[in-house]
């Protein structure tokens, strides 16, 4: 049982190109999560899937797109990194609506550096 | 709105001296309160949540935190620290987490240990 995997867990763009992050969990959960962290600023909430089939935009979701592509992957895509996307990027997943207490579960993250 | 205010970013102590974490909150209706801990370069894991019930809330490692409505607070506390307790913590609040809805961090504070 890996939990919440992510991929790649460093990556360095230069300012205009794209790329996809990928995360993935194993636990059957409804509901998926990205974050940002950032440097005195804890998480900030980017997008977020409730269930397979939705998503719903965050904090921060400016300079971002996501993919639920099915129950168990949740994509995160920059279509034209700029520098102030230089962050780490959390995957989370939790059990869902209706499921009781909601406790999130998180990946290890990507560090991502833009230039 | 929710807010959750960490009050300093980084704290130091001496192994086996006790550890205050401090945490208020800003919340209009009856919240939900957690304690997250981020080891290096690892995701985020929870430590404790307070939902409702019991007030003085017990986690893992030791840790424990006690819920003030008065003082709109949540602050981790722990007896006597470790070498091994060194993390960044992270306390969260949301307005009900058994919806696929928006957990709150606050911005975080370093524990730092010295031997």
């Known amino acids: 049982n890996a939990g919440v995997t992510q991929t790649p867990k460093f990556q360095v763009l230069k300012t205009g190109q794209s790329m996809t992050l990928q995360c993935a969990q194993d636990m059957n959960h409804n509901s998926m999560y990205w974050y940002r962290q950032d440097p005195g600023m804890g998480l900030r909430l980017i997008y977020y899937s409730a269930s397979e089939g939705t998503t719903d935009k965050g904090e921060v979701p400016n300079g971002y797109n996501v993919s639920r592509l099915n129950k168990r992957e949740f994509s995160l895509r920059l279509e034209s990194a700029a520098p102030s996307q230089t962050s780490v990027y959390f995957c989370?997943?939790?059990?869902?609506?209706?499921?009781?207490?909601?406790?999130?579960?998180f990946g290890p993250g990507t560090r991502l550096t833009v230039l | 709105a929710q807010s959750v205010t960490q009050l300093g970013s980084h704290v130091s102590v001496s192994e086996g001296a006790l550890v205050l974490l401090r945490c208020n909150y800003s919340?209009?209706?009856?919240?939900?309160l957690f304690w997250y801990v981020q080891y290096p370069n690892q995701g985020l894991q929870l430590l404790l949540k307070y939902t409702t019930g019991a007030t003085l809330v017990k986690g893992i490692n030791g840790f424990e935190a006690e819920f003030k409505k008065s003082e709109t607070s949540f602050h981790l506390t722990k007896p006597s620290a470790h070498m091994s307790d060194a993390a960044e913590y992270f306390c969260?609040?949301?307005?009900?987490?058994?919806?696929?809805?928006?957990?709150?961090f606050g911005s975080g504070t370093r524990l730092s240990i010295r031997p």
């Open positions: 969260a609040v949301s307005d009900n987490p058994s919806s696929a809805s928006k957990i709150i």
């Open positions: 989370a997943s939790s059990e869902g609506a209706g499921r009781g207490y909601n406790e999130q579960f």
């Open positions: 919340s209009s209706v009856p919240p939900y």
